[in-house]
Structures are given as C-alpha cells and as structure tokens.
C-alpha cells in the first residue's frame, strides 16, 4: 500500500505563488508517471499537469507558462510550483502516483484572492 501526503496549499492574494509538494511512502516498487489534477467549486476534476519517470512534462493549457511540475526520485516527491495566481486557479489540488496502480492524494485547498 501507497501512502502520499500532500502540503504546500494555502490563501494566497492574485500574483502570488504557492508550491505543492506530494510525497509518497510505503510499498514502492517503482513510480511512474506522477501528476497534479485540481477540482474547482461545482466543476469536475481535471489535470494540471503530469511528468512522466524520464522527466516529460505535460501542462494543461491553462496553467502552461505559469505551472511548473518536477520530482525527486531520491525522495519519491512530486512537486508544483505555481506562479502569477489568479482566482480561478481555486480548488482542492490532488497528487496522483502510478505506483502499478493509481494512488491519490488526499487533496490540498488552494484559495487565491482577488
């Protein structure tokens, strides 16, 4: 079994950024590709970004040039750094880690303030 324990979410005023970080432990043969999705007040859950084990990265058109997805093997971390916030980038950030099967984080509320 996989645990991840995400941190990094917060209020933050419209420009600003925050940075998520998204550990994983526990029974870890191997990790795939590790990402990010987000889930809005009424709206479905959808991807941020994703990084696959050689490092390609993928961002969702919204957040591209402002989003940026790295990990550390070593740590089994996943990390996002957000830069230039705006309101609409408020919701519940969800890690996700193919670990040979999908696991989830628990969720971390981003606030950002107009």
């Known amino acids: 079994q996989v645990q991840l324990v995400e941190s990094g979410g917060g209020l933050v005023q419209a420009g600003g950024s925050l940075r998520l970080s998204c550990a994983a432990s526990?029974?870890?043969?191997?990790?795939?590709?590790m990402g990010w999705y987000r889930q809005g007040p009424g709206k479905q859950r959808e991807l941020v970004a994703t990084?696959?084990?050689?490092?390609?990265?993928n961002y969702a058109v919204s957040v591209k040039g402002r989003f940026t997805i790295s990990r550390d093997n070593a740590k089994n971390t996943v990390y996002l750094q957000m830069n230039s916030l705006t309101p609409e980038d408020t919701a519940v950030y969800y890690c996700?880690?193919?670990?040979?099967?999908?696991?989830w984080g628990q969720g971390t509320q981003v606030t950002v303030s107009s």
């Open positions: 996700n880690i193919w670990a040979g099967v999908d696991n």
């Open positions: 526990g029974n870890i043969f191997s990790i795939g590709t």
């Open positions: 990084i696959t084990s050689l490092g390609t990265t």
